[in-house]
């Protein structure tokens, strides 16, 4: 896959990691390690063939500014992504929740978009 090449006017910067969440436990993330994520989407609806590439290009849209993708798979329920957070121009690494929720959030938002509806995705 090749890296997103686009020239950027502005330095990326990375959020800074929050360790407070809603859990009981903390959720730490080791700087240079390489993740294997998988999520669902909601009740396990079946998404149709028209929006399975759309999900795809917001996976791979941050690919070399935010995260290496070492493999990614679009399933009809659920998405498989093996990647390693990038650090952003100060040296700060990308954390795990800005990544996932900016590709969780983009690819919902334009999945219901395109199939007309404002439900959970």
Not at 50 to 79: A, S
Not at 90 to 118: Q, Y
């Amino acid at each position: 896959m090749a890296a997103n090449t686009t020239k950027r006017t502005v330095p990326l910067k990375a959020k800074r990691p929050k360790y407070a969440y809603h859990r009981n436990l903390p959720h730490f993330q080791p700087e240079g390690k390489t993740f294997f994520v998988t999520f669902n989407t909601f009740k396990r609806w079946q998404l149709p063939e028209l929006v399975r590439d759309i999900v795809l290009k917001h996976c791979l849209h941050d690919n070399g500014t935010k995260l290496h993708i070492h493999g990614l798979v679009v399933m009809p329920d659920h998405v498989y992504m093996a990647f390693t957070p990038l650090d952003d121009d100060e040296g700060c690494t990308f954390g795990l929740t800005e990544i996932m929720n900016g590709i969780k959030g983009a690819s919902a938002h334009s999945v219901n978009k395109v199939l007309g509806r404002k439900d959970h995705v």
